[in-house]
């Protein structure tokens, strides 16, 4: 189902939902605006003055909006994509990261004087405080740099607790610049980590994707230059990744800020949703199931076993996207790129012929199941020699983006309160504790 593009307020609306509760015999309405009803007005809906009222059951959020907002508008049926009213394919290629970072939060692209002013104030908040970088060398030499990023991130708040005041224009100002600044020299520390290698402090003379690039790849050389290629694919790619409306991760910023926690914690919560294999940890999983196929002759029999069930086609499908994700065209378009300037190798082509039967086998086409971002960003990474499991840090790197434009929207928002669902309690009535085992009787004196 695609959702509705909506003006900021809510509509003034004559149109109405009749409900009759065979309970009771009563009829109620209840008004319908924005093609939804508020779950809240279900609540007058009572058997008798005891009871609590109607509630909606909707596991998984499949069926409830939980916010309005103004920042991203997706059809998934049309495989539509725009930030703030922009579509994608404008934006990839045409703006740089910093751009769309700075329209998804404001909500207006910026003139000159404010992009420069907005670029200069994440380059000059680049580099972290020593001891996140001693923190960050305390992890193991194989650990996951997904583990890293969080606690990197939720460890920035430390550093910085005056950003507990969210209410403050000014602190929010600041912290959002200093996520976005930070984030990529946390995500670089984690990789020349794990490689055993030395951290390379941030070059403020760079671009934020060329800055990115020198700390992760730059050697003894006194000034780093970027493949051409590869700067654009990360431009690009950071565009295509920075917000993505309700998903699982923004959820979890959205939820846990609504605690009114700062938003360094809100932000380390929702690195945690992405670093999930059915969110961002996708892409990762791709690469690992390109290499258990390992050979092209083994293609068949592998999407043969997904179809019955074993297992499923990862980089395949989307909650949202029931037709071909519009990201996923911008990206394939892009790995073509990578590829002719990298070569392509055995995973590339096993993933070729993947998609090529999955996009022609019945069981995908009938159930809607189109590649998603997922599937193509990981053989770029791959093609750019990135390890399989720093893939995700390198979707969390913009996503701090849309998860920052979320969490002031849902801060500013008179309608939000903390996010706290109810539920359908399935368990015991009340019962006696008789007190039976023998440590209890030891260790528990009244
Ligand atoms: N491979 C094989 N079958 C699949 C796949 C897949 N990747 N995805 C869904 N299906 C099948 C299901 O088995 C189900 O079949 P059935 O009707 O016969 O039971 C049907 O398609 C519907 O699947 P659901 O699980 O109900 O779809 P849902 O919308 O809940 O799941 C999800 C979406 C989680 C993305 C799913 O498609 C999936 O697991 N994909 C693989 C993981 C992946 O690539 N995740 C990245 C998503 S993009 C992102 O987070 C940036």
Not at 47 to 68: H, I
Not at 130 to 151: Q, T
């Amino acid at each position: 189902m695609s959702t509705t593009a909506t003006s900021q307020t809510p509509q003034a609306t004559t149109d109405s939902l009749e409900i009759r509760d065979s309970r009771t015999g009563t009829t109620y309405t209840v008004p319908i605006a924005d093609g939804t009803i508020r779950t809240s007005d279900l609540r007058q809906i009572r058997v008798n003055e005891s009871d609590f009222g109607l509630m909606g059951y909707d596991p998984a959020f499949m069926n409830t909006a939980s916010c309005r907002s103004a920042i991203t508008y997706i059809d998934g049926d049309a495989g539509i994509l725009r930030y703030r009213g922009y579509p994608i394919e404008q934006l990839a290629g045409k703006a740089s990261f910093l751009e769309v970072a700075y329209l998804l939060r404001n909500g207006e692209l910026p003139d000159q004087k404010e992009y420069d002013r907005w670029v200069h104030d994440i380059t000059f908040h680049t580099y972290v405080h020593e001891n996140i970088k001693r923190f960050l060398e305390g992890f193991r030499y194989d650990a996951h740099p997904m583990s890293m990023m969080v606690a990197g991130v939720a460890a920035l708040s430390s550093f910085y607790p005056e950003a507990k005041d969210i209410f403050d224009k000014r602190q929010r100002d600041i912290s959002i610049i200093r996520l976005l600044a930070k984030v990529p020299t946390i995500a670089a520390y984690a990789y020349r980590h794990v490689k055993g290698l030395p951290c390379i402090y941030p070059d403020n003379d760079l671009s934020y994707s060329e800055n990115f690039l020198s700390m992760i790849a730059r050697m003894s050389e006194s000034k780093y230059e970027a493949n051409p290629v590869f700067t654009k694919a990360i431009e690009i790619l950071f565009i295509l990744h920075a917000d993505h409306e309700q998903n699982c991760s923004t959820n979890a910023v959205r939820a846990v800020g609504s605690s009114h926690v700062d938003p360094f914690s809100a932000v380390a919560a929702g690195i945690s949703a992405l670093y999930g294999p059915l969110h961002g940890g996708a892409n990762e999983q791709v690469l690992r199931m390109i290499s258990e196929i390992g050979d092209m002759k083994n293609v068949p029999a592998f999407v043969e076993s997904v179809k019955q069930g074993k297992g499923r086609l990862m980089g395949f499908g989307h909650r949202v996207y029931k037709s071909y994700d519009p990201r996923a065209k911008i990206v394939k378009k892009l790995a073509d790129e990578v590829f002719a300037s990298v070569g392509m190798d055995k995973d590339l082509e096993i993933a070729m012929e993947l998609e090529r039967i999955a996009l022609s086998d019945d069981y995908f086409i009938s159930r809607k199941l189109y590649p998603n971002v997922d599937f193509y960003t990981g053989l770029i990474y791959r093609a750019m020699k990135f390890p399989t499991d720093y893939f995700t840090v390198l979707f969390a790197i913009p996503r701090v983006a849309g998860w920052l434009s979320q969490w002031e929207e849902m801060l500013l928002d008179k309608e939000q309160k903390i996010a706290r669902p109810r539920q359908i309690y399935t368990g015991y009535d009340e019962r006696p504790f008789t007190p039976a085992l023998d440590y209890r009787k030891k260790l528990v004196k009244f």
